[in-house]
């Protein structure tokens, strides 16, 4: 294998291990040797840690997520407002979770090359791995949390003021990129950031509606949760894109101990919600052709999420989530008779706009001081 030659993803990895073995022959002069499914995979991931992909395929992957997603949002609004008998919401998610493991076995297996490889790499990285698996839960864990405090911060709040303040995630999301990424943002792209959180705001938002609240509510319990709920947003989101960006593992790999977490604690989730009704009921009520399209869905969103966090940033996938709320929206004005509002003119505008300006070529922002650059110079002119 040609030094600096990108290392494919539709290469078997028996031949990749050949061309090491020949390669390290012909470097040594020594007989090769032998290379495992595992130290041929960790050899993998390591190329694919550093592999610059081509803007076409972040451009394809970005467009794949915005029309899922919107796609999605569409479906599971009418399974929940037109199909007669509601199914529960916990176990499409916790299926959902599932569904993405079993996906993403499949595309590691494809990428092994054989099942007993693919055998060989999960025992290697999850059974021998405690310490990965527990790093991989933490998001798991804290979007478990972040769900539970929006519905306290929904509970608490006016619907209208929930929508303004929980578009807060996603300047959250950008702060948390720069604090722990170290990665800096111009003024034109912290402007479209704010931008785009306008612009949701605006798409979604929806009159004060007038009907007496039947509850008290907590004002102050609500703000702290939506707090709480935004910053957990950004935290875990950011978390998971420098576990993939700062290892050498692989993307699936990553996936999967990610999902088995998740599997866990949404089953949790069903038995704390809704575990006697689905004693009663069965857990797969409600379900139609239509509740498996959702979780279909959702399973492959959420594989295009990992890889455009892992190629992009979650800077980029927030933006395609607002586009795909945009362009849910507009389908749900053919479909659902949803009236087209200037709220939602204004907001699309803005929308647009803020993915534009993000989208621009950083200008080179780098200062220099003015004794370093001489000092860097002097060499030069001592040697001619």
Same mark, same amino acid.
């Given at each position: 294998?040609?030094?600096?030659?990108?290392?494919?993803?539709?290469?078997?990895?028996?031949?990749?291990?050949?061309?090491?073995?020949?390669?390290?022959?012909?470097?040594?002069?020594?007989?090769?040797?032998?290379?495992?499914?595992?130290?041929?995979?960790?050899?993998?991931?390591?190329? %694919?840690?550093?592999?610059?992909?081509?803007?076409?395929?972040?451009?394809?992957?970005?467009?794949? %997520?915005?029309?899922? !997603?919107?796609?999605?949002? @569409? @479906?599971?609004?009418?399974?929940?407002?037109?199909?007669?008998?509601?199914?529960?919401? $916990?176990?499409?998610?916790?299926?959902?979770?599932?569904?993405?493991?079993?996906?993403?076995?499949? %595309?590691?297996?494809?990428?092994?090359?054989?099942?007993?490889?693919?055998?060989?790499?999960?025992?290697?990285?999850?059974?021998?791995?405690?310490?990965?698996?527990?790093?991989?839960?933490?998001?798991?864990?804290?979007?478990?949390?972040?769900?539970?405090?929006?519905?306290?911060?929904?509970?608490?709040?006016?619907?209208?003021?929930?929508?303004?303040?929980?578009?807060?995630?996603?300047?959250? $999301?950008?702060?948390?990129?720069?604090?722990?990424?170290?990665?800096?943002?111009?003024?034109?792209?912290?402007?479209?950031?704010?931008?785009?959180?306008?612009?949701?705001?605006?798409?979604?938002?929806?009159?004060?509606?007038?009907?007496?609240?039947?509850?008290?509510?907590?004002?102050?319990?609500?703000?702290?949760? /939506?707090?709480?709920?935004?910053?957990?947003? =950004?935290?875990?989101?950011?978390?998971?894109?420098?576990?993939?960006?700062?290892?050498?593992?692989?993307?699936?790999?990553?996936? /999967?101990? %990610?999902?088995?977490?998740? /599997?866990?604690?949404?089953?949790?989730?069903?038995?704390?919600?809704? =575990?006697?009704?689905?004693?009663?009921?069965?857990?797969?009520?409600?379900?139609?052709?239509?509740?498996?399209?959702?979780?279909?869905?959702?399973?492959?969103?959420?594989?295009?999420?990992?890889?455009?966090?892992?190629?992009?940033?979650? /800077?980029?996938? =927030?933006?395609?989530? !607002?586009?795909?709320?945009?362009?849910?929206?507009?389908?749900?004005?053919?479909?659902?008779?949803?009236?087209?509002?200037?709220?939602?003119? !204004?907001?699309?505008?803005?929308?647009?706009?803020?993915?534009?300006?993000?989208?621009?070529?950083?200008?080179?922002?780098?200062?220099?001081?003015?004794?370093?650059?001489?000092?860097?110079?002097?060499?030069?002119?001592?040697?001619?």
């Amino acid at each position: 294998m040609r030094p600096g030659f990108p290392l494919r993803l539709d290469v078997p990895l028996h031949r990749i291990a050949r061309e090491i073995q020949l390669n390290s022959a012909c470097t040594a002069r020594s007989p090769a040797r032998s290379l495992t499914h595992t130290q041929v995979w960790s050899l993998h991931g390591a190329t %694919m840690a550093t592999e610059n992909v081509s803007l076409l395929f972040k451009l394809y992957c970005l467009t794949v %997520m915005t029309v899922v !997603a919107a796609t999605y949002i @569409v @479906v599971l609004r009418y399974t929940r407002t037109v199909l007669t008998e509601m199914y529960f919401a $916990t176990t499409a998610v916790c299926i959902t979770e599932v569904l993405k493991l079993i996906l993403s076995l499949g %595309m590691l297996t494809r990428d092994v090359g054989s099942f007993r490889g693919t055998l060989s790499t999960l025992y290697e990285h999850i059974l021998r791995s405690p310490k990965e698996m527990l790093k991989l839960s933490i998001p798991s864990v804290v979007y478990a949390v972040q769900n539970n405090m929006a519905f306290v911060a929904l509970s608490n709040l006016d619907a209208a003021v929930y929508q303004v303040t929980y578009q807060l995630k996603i300047p959250s $999301t950008a702060l948390c990129t720069v604090f722990m990424l170290n990665r800096s943002l111009n003024k034109l792209q912290w402007l479209s950031v704010f931008m785009l959180c306008a612009g949701v705001t605006l798409v979604q938002w929806k009159p004060m509606e007038t009907t007496k609240v039947q509850v008290t509510q907590n004002p102050v319990l609500g703000f702290v949760a /939506i707090a709480i709920a935004v910053l957990c947003s =950004g935290f875990a989101g950011v978390y998971f894109e420098k576990v993939l960006k700062t290892s050498d593992t692989s993307l699936w790999i990553r996936n /999967i101990q %990610m999902y088995i977490s998740g /599997i866990v604690i949404t089953a949790f989730g069903v038995y704390l919600s809704d =575990g006697a009704q689905v004693l009663e009921k069965g857990f797969f009520f409600g379900y139609t052709h239509w509740v498996w399209i959702v979780i279909l869905l959702a399973s492959l969103g959420g594989l295009y999420t990992s890889v455009v966090v892992k190629y992009t940033d979650n /800077i980029m996938k =927030g933006f395609s989530a !607002a586009a795909a709320i945009v362009i849910s929206t507009a389908a749900s004005v053919l479909l659902f008779g949803l009236q087209l509002t200037l709220n939602f003119v !204004a907001g699309t505008i803005l929308v647009c706009v803020s993915i534009y300006y993000y989208g621009l070529p950083k200008q080179n922002t780098s200062t220099f001081v003015p004794g370093e650059v001489e000092k860097q110079k002097q060499p030069l002119v001592n040697n001619v």
